[in-house]
């Protein structure tokens, strides 16, 4: 049974940092290219960051550049996103996204991240 399961969310203050991990199974993660993508309350789902499969190249999107970092670790089949000085505007669910050689795709959950003072 394929499962991804994204956890680190919560409430925080601007400015703060938080680290969300997406633990998988029931897959082949490593043949996988992992990706976070977020949807904030009336908009639709982004991309915000995501992986190549041995983790050798990764992409932002330009609002988050400079303050997130995706990383993953193929033994631990687990991809992270590390969020440094969260802003209100960064306030989304956010999910992880598996895409395979084929273009199968899994997606997770999600874990909410709210950013206020």
């Known amino acids: 049974q394929v499962q991804l399961v994204e956890s680190g969310g919560g409430l925080v203050q601007p400015g703060v940092s938080l680290r969300l991990s997406c633990a998988a199974s029931?897959?082949?993660?490593?043949?996988?290219?992992m990706s976070w993508y977020r949807q904030a309350p009336g908009k639709e789902r982004a991309l915000v960051a995501d992986?190549?499969?041995?983790?050798?190249?990764?992409n932002y999107a330009d609002s988050v550049k400079g303050r997130f970092t995706i990383s993953r670790d193929n033994a631990k089949n687990t991809v992270y996103l590390q969020m440094n000085n969260l802003k209100p505007e960064d306030t989304a669910v956010y999910y992880c996204?598996?895409?395979?050689?084929?273009?199968?795709?899994?997606w997770g959950q999600g874990t909410q991240v709210t950013v206020s003072s």
């Open positions: 996204k598996a895409t395979g050689i084929t273009g199968g795709t899994y």
């Open positions: 992986i190549t499969r041995a983790g050798v190249s990764t």
């Open positions: 029931g897959f082949a993660f490593s043949f996988y290219v």
